[in-house]
């Protein structure tokens, strides 16, 4: 997919857990390793407010846009 | 009165289904069962000699015909019977609140060619009994019934796949 999620980089970079992040959030773990591995569809408007209050970061931050190789 | 769930209009109807889909088992069988001894009294008419029956002769003479006409009423029940079971099989989604199944597609677009096939079907059977000596029965009634009901049961199968693919996306919607 060409848009990337870097959760794993910003949970690092702020020595969170995934079990830690979804308290925090309300998101389940298991929707956040759904993000992760880039296999969800869509993401809320809520989901992604609730991610950058926790993260500390904007949606930017969280969310690339990676250009796919030409096949 | 709710339309979905358990104790609903669904679950009534479901109800009613499967008591017309037992009684239609118990009809096929009972026509299979009548037609394979016409078979019988047809291919080797010495057997009725056993039995005891008013008009003998009348029977082996149209026993062909009575074949005929079993085994077109087994087939109809048949395709009815198939109709039915998907139905209560789509009757049973609804019960669990889950309508939009992937499989419900499947189901319907098979209800539309089962409903196609037995229109065809009562069509030949019209054109059959035409030729046939003695049988005045079967009327042709060409309605735009059964082929409107095959529509909208291909258009509500599109409706479901379209009801599907939402739900499919909803559920990787975080």
Not at chain 2, 98 to 105: A, I
């Amino acid at each position: 997919m060409a848009i990337r999620i870097r959760l794993d980089e910003l949970l690092m970079a702020r020595r969170m857990s995934l079990a830690e992040l979804a308290d925090r959030t309300g998101v389940s773990a298991a929707n956040l390793t759904v993000l992760k591995t880039g296999e969800a569809r869509a993401i809320r408007f809520t989901t992604l407010e609730a991610l950058c209050r926790e993260l500390g970061c904007g949606p930017g931050e969280l969310l690339t846009y990676e250009t796919e190789p030409e096949a | 009165m709710r339309a979905l769930g358990p104790g609903s209009v669904s679950s009534f109807l479901k109800m009613v289904l499967d008591i017309v889909h037992f009684a239609l088992i118990a009809g096929v069988i009972g026509v299979a069962l009548l037609a394979f001894a016409d078979l019988l009294f047809t291919v080797n008419p010495a057997l009725l000699d056993s039995v005891e029956i008013a008009d003998r002769g009348q029977l082996i003479e149209r026993g062909p015909v009575m074949l005929m006409g079993l085994l077109a009423a087994g087939f109809y029940m048949a395709g009815v019977l198939a109709i039915i079971g998907a139905l209560r099989r789509i009757f049973a989604t609804l019960i669990v609140g889950d309508p939009f199944r992937p499989d419900n597609v499947g189901r319907l677009r098979m209800i539309a060619l089962m409903l196609g096939i037995l229109e065809l079907g009562r069509y030949a059977l019209w054109s059959i009994s035409v030729w046939l000596p003695d049988v005045h029965h079967v009327r042709p009634t060409f309605g735009l019934t059964a082929w409107f009901s095959v529509l909208v049961v291909l258009v509500l199968a599109e409706v479901f796949r379209e009801g599907a693919r939402l739900r499919r996306e909803a559920e990787l919607t975080i």
